[in-house]
């Protein structure tokens, strides 16, 4: 496990400015802005991740829509309150470096890496086409006793690996930001299509002396975190109490 906790969470990627910055919140004077960076996948299809940025690091109006920028930081979660009360579970990419190419490559950049522990039981189950799918939930420390709570997906083999995996197991995951849609159906009748962020898993390793997955190859990707020394149990208890917070709901 790693002293330097802001090793646990390293996230990269690349794209285009898709919606122009929107102010959310203040810190100790520090504005912090959302906007949604556009990133292609090998496919050719593509994610939207949300982006989280303060204006102490760049001039906020250089963040123009269809601006190519290349982002460093860490994949975060924070509860949001919503109308009535509920709790939403919501994640971003934190940004801590930012750049604006002059170059576009030909293929973008999404990655993330972490060390955390698994805080809600691992559901594996297959597809009515037989593929092999879990989901879990990561807890990743940070600093100032800070943690984030980080949906994650697996497939194949690695699926399989996860499905046995019991809540405080300890893992290093690599894998890359995702965006689904999804629809979301409500006590009335009525649907809503919502987008879901999480962590598609492509390696996932068992640490503290644990068995090591292999590679998921052309299946998806993620990242997970560790909490620091003494504090793994009291992390996966708080995150077991925000699993169930955000228990079907996540980005909802």
């Given at each position: 496990m790693t002293g330097n906790q802001s090793e646990n969470?390293?996230?990269?990627?690349?794209?285009?400015?898709e919606t122009a910055p929107v102010f959310s919140h203040e810190v100790y004077g520090e504005g912090f802005y959302s906007f949604i960076v556009r990133t292609r996948r090998l496919s050719e299809s593509f994610d939207l991740i949300p982006a989280t940025v303060s204006d102490r690091l760049i001039d906020i109006g250089e963040l123009k829509k269809g601006r190519f920028v290349a982002v460093?930081?860490?994949?975060?979660?924070?509860?949001?309150?919503?109308?009535?009360?509920?709790?939403?579970?919501?994640?971003?990419?934190?940004v801590q470096e930012i750049r604006f190419p002059d170059t576009v490559p030909d293929t973008d950049v999404d990655s993330v890496e972490m060390n955390g522990?698994?805080?809600?039981?691992?559901?594996?189950?297959?597809?009515?086409?037989?593929?092999?799918?879990s989901d879990f939930l990561l807890a990743v420390n940070r600093s100032y006793n800070k943690s984030d709570y980080l949906p994650c997906i697996c497939w194949g083999r690695n699926a399989r690996f996860c499905g046995k995996r019991k809540v405080g197991d300890h893992v290093k995951v690599i894998g890359r930001m995702q965006s689904r849609v999804y629809q979301k159906r409500y006590p009335d009748g009525t649907v809503a299509e919502r987008t879901a962020y999480e962590v598609s898993v492509s390696k996932i390793e068992l640490?503290?002396?644990?068995?090591?997955?292999?590679?998921?190859?052309?299946?998806?990707?993620?990242?997970?975190?560790?909490?620091?020394?003494?504090?793994?149990?009291?992390?996966?208890r708080d995150t077991v109490s925000a699993a169930k917070e955000a228990e079907g709901n996540v980005n909802g």
């Open positions: 969470n390293v996230a990269q990627l690349t794209g285009t400015v460093d930081g860490q994949f975060r979660s924070y509860n949001s309150v919503l109308a009535g009360g509920q709790v939403k579970l919501t994640l971003t990419l934190f522990f698994i805080c809600k039981p691992p559901v594996y189950r297959t597809t009515p086409f037989n593929r092999e799918i640490l503290d002396g644990g068995q090591t997955s292999v590679s998921a190859g052309a299946a998806g990707n993620i990242s997970a975190a560790v909490p620091a020394e003494g504090q793994g149990q009291a992390a996966v």
